[in-house]
T-cell receptor
Framework: AQSVTQPDIHITVSEGASLELRCNYS??????LFWYVQSPGQGLQLLLK??????LVQGIKGFEAEFKRSQSSFNLRKPSVHWSDAAEYFC?????????????FGDGTTLTVKP | DTEVTQTPKHLVMGMTNKKSLKCEQH?????MYWYKQKAKKPPELMFV???????INESVPSRFSPECPNSSLLNLHLHALQPEDSALYLC??????????????FGPGTRLTVL
């Protein structure tokens, strides 16, 4: 069965500092990986996704993520955080062919940005 | 139009009331989802519809009744809910279930409070 672990429940960074949010996955085949962001009281918005090819993926809002198969990781990064990046971040593994329709989400990481 | 809309934005209901949540998308997506999300938790899958047919029911209590009248519309009928059902209810859509790489597009959610 597929699973996703986000080891950091809460992260605080200063505005302008760099950011890395960790995501580890467990999946038997080629993983389909996503990062979503959720602002308070809002739905989830896709930041970026990885299926194959270049292991460094660029997303919206200046985010990028690197897929490392050897470490089963898909960490999200941003070189310089803005106050508007404060939100909940979810890593997700796409549905397996045998489990069509069901994605698996991590528990999320809450990002706080200090002025 | 790359939007999923949900109405109402907020809903307060008593335990004996009957109400409905509505979700709409005009992206031509053929898979639609209902999720329940508690504060600081990831979305929990409730139902998946594929080509207007119920594909997945995650053992949701019968007081929640989904309906997919057409390919653009998804309803969630609520009856005799409990206070613990208070949550953010998210709708999402996806191109189709055949591709696990297809990201889900989420609506802003309906904030439900059961008194």
């Amino acid at each position: 069965a597929q699973s996703v672990t986000q080891p950091d429940i809460h992260i605080t960074v200063s505005e302008g500092a760099s950011l890395e949010l960790r995501c580890n996955y467990s999946y038997g085949a080629t993983p389909y990986l996503f990062w979503y962001v959720q602002s308070p009281g809002q739905g989830l918005q896709l930041l970026l996704k990885y299926f194959s090819g270049d292991t460094l993926v660029q997303g919206i809002k200046g985010f990028e993520a690197e897929f490392k198969r050897s470490q089963s990781s898909f960490n999200l990064r941003k070189p310089s955080v803005h106050w508007s990046d404060a939100a909940e971040y979810f890593c997700a593994v796409g549905a397996a062919e045998t489990n069509a329709g069901k994605s698996t989400f991590g528990d999320g990481t809450t990002l706080t940005v200090k002025p | 139009d790359t939007e999923v809309t949900q109405t109402p934005k907020h809903l307060v209901m008593g335990m004996t009331n009957k109400k409905s949540l509505k979700c709409e998308q005009h992206m031509g997506h053929r898979a639609m989802y209902w999720y329940k999300q508690k504060a600081k938790k990831p979305p929990e899958l409730m139902f998946v519809y594929s080509y207007e047919k119920l594909s997945i029911n995650e053992s949701v209590p019968s007081r929640f009744s989904p309906e997919c009248p057409n390919s653009s519309l998804l309803n969630l009928h609520l009856h005799a809910l409990q206070p613990e059902d208070s949550a953010l209810y998210l709708c999402a859509s996806n191109q189709n279930l055949a591709g696990p790489y297809n990201e889900q597009f989420f609506g802003p959610g309906t904030r439900l409070t059961v008194l």
